[in-house]
């Protein structure tokens, strides 16, 4: 596999855990419950494909893999991020854009499946 999963890897661990350290610390006063659940919902989900990333990385080349890590790698930034935003106060509309995110990820391990297939 590319260097480029390492670095997606390496970008979405450090915003899952930068995102959620800031929320935990800095915004817990300031956001309702609602949003501190965005905040833990997209980091959880962030770091679970950061790690799925790194596993991808480990595995080798092969172009199902690749669709499996882009579906990953795109899904974690537009589920996670369209969370983070509403919860920093983004329009709650935007929550219809966190289904296509989830729906990358989904992608995702459906190509990582259908590869070892």
Do not use: N
Request: charged share 10%; glycine share 16%.
């Amino acid at each position: 596999m590319e260097k480029k999963w390492l670095i997606w890897a390496g970008f979405h661990g450090f915003c899952a855990v930068a995102v959620g350290a800031f929320a935990a610390h800095a915004l817990k006063e300031r956001l309702d419950p609602q949003a501190l659940g965005f905040v833990e919902t997209g980091a959880r989900y962030q770091m679970y494909h950061a790690l799925a990333l790194l596993g991808l990385a480990g595995l080798g080349g092969g172009p199902k893999l690749k669709y499996s890590a882009w579906g990953f790698a795109l899904g974690a930034l537009v589920f996670s991020g369209s969370l983070y935003a509403m919860a920093l106060g983004a329009p709650h509309i935007l929550g219809a854009v966190t289904p296509l995110g989830g729906l990358l990820l989904l992608g995702g391990w459906a190509m990582l499946a259908i590869s070892f297939w």
